[in-house]
Nanobody, 122 residues
Framework: QVQLVESGGGLVQAGGSLRLACAASGGTFSRYVMGWFRQAPGKEREFVARVTWSGGITSYADSVKGRFTISRENAKNTVYLQMNSLNSEDTAVYYC???????????????WGQGTQVTVSS
């Protein structure tokens, strides 16, 4: 059983940056594709970014491409999401997730964190 704990959320002004972290425990971290998802009020949870097992391949939603960067440190069992040029549409609860399959589909991720709130003020 893998446990995931996110950190780094908060309140930031539009145009600012935040770095989220997700620490994993209870499993072999390098076995898992790691993803970030987000859920805004009244909306479905959506894919943001994912990174493959060794960190060699990353993928992003069109809405964050060029602004967000996902990375991982397998030695620290941690995945990161660097978020730059934030705007109000990025306001959401951000979740990290772990799965075996390299996919943006949230249904294919087996383990989820509790989420961390990101609020962007305009």
């Amino acid at each position: 059983q893998v446990q995931l704990v996110e950190s780094g959320g908060g309140l930031v002004q539009a145009g600012g940056s935040l770095r989220l972290a997700c620490a994993a425990s209870g499993g072999t971290f390098s076995r898992y594709v790691m993803g970030w998802f987000r859920q805004a009020p009244g909306k479905e949870r959506e894919f943001v970014a994912r990174v493959t097992w060794s960190g060699g391949i990353t993928s992003y939603a069109d809405s964050v491409k060029g602004r967000f960067t996902i990375s991982r440190e397998n030695a620290k069992n941690t995945v990161y999401l660097q978020m730059n040029s934030l705007n109000s549409e990025d306001t959401a609860v951000y979740y990290c997730a772990a799965g075996i399959v390299n996919t943006p589909s949230r249904a294919r991720y087996d383990y989820w964190g509790q989420g961390t709130q990101v609020t962007v003020s305009s």
